[in-house]
Structure formats: C-alpha cells, structure tokens
C-alpha cells in the first residue's frame, strides 16, 4: 500500500500564509488534502489529477488555497493564505490509484496528518 507523509503543518497567526507538503511511496492517480476540526466532520479541500493536471477544490476554498504538485517527486503541496482561526485543522494528505472524489470513503491512501494552528 502507498504510504503518505505531510509535513509543514505549525502555529501561525491569522493573516499568514502556509505551505503544506506530502510525498507518496508509490503511484498514485491523484492526490489531494482533506482537513478536520475539531469537533467537525472531515471536509474535503482540494485535490490533483496527475495525468491531467486537473485541479478540484472544495467549497469555499479555491480563493484561499492551491493545490500543486511534482509528479516525478510524487509531492503535492497544498499553499494557503490569508488564514483564518477557522482554518485550525489536522490536514491529511490523501491518495488514489484509480480516481477521486469530494468525500472521505472515495480515497484509499491517508496519511497521518499535519497540525495546523492559526491563532488570532
């Protein structure tokens, strides 16, 4: 199985910018990030298609983040700005070997999670 691991995750101050990285073991068809509050449900962020270079966001998040990605590398990186208390979250970093998807269940590579603190 691919192993995914995140990195970059810190205490930061509202207004900041932040860039999150995760690298693959293996192949992937795509890549992306899912985050969690506490207290909250997962929620879909972003994600890449390698062979295509499509990029998918989730709601209200393509104005504050962007994803990118090195595919010879198999690195995503995930960078945000302008970030909010609201943005406190675990951030996963997620893979697929076939396809993707906005929920949780549609991805079958996790990996461990980056602490992300945004302080006011």
């Known amino acids: 199985q691919v192993q995914l691991v995140e990195s970059g995750g810190e205490l930061v101050q509202a207004g900041d910018s932040l860039r999150l990285s995760c690298t693959a073991s293996g192949r992937t068809f795509s890549m992306g990030w899912f985050r969690q509050a506490p207290g909250k449900e997962r929620e879909f962020v972003s994600a890449?298609?390698?062979?295509?270079?499509?990029?998918y966001y989730g709601e209200f998040m393509k104005d504050q983040f962007t994803i990118s990605g090195d595919n010879a590398q198999k690195t995503i990186f995930l960078q945000m700005t302008n970030l909010k208390p609201d943005d406190t979250a675990v951030y996963f970093c997620?893979?697929?070997?076939?396809?993707?998807?906005?929920?949780?269940?549609?991805?079958?590579?996790w990996g461990k999670g980056t602490q992300v603190i945004v302080s006011s």
């Open positions: 997620v893979g697929d070997p076939s396809g993707w998807g906005r929920r949780a269940v549609n991805w079958d590579y």
């Open positions: 890449i298609i390698w062979s295509t270079g499509n990029t």
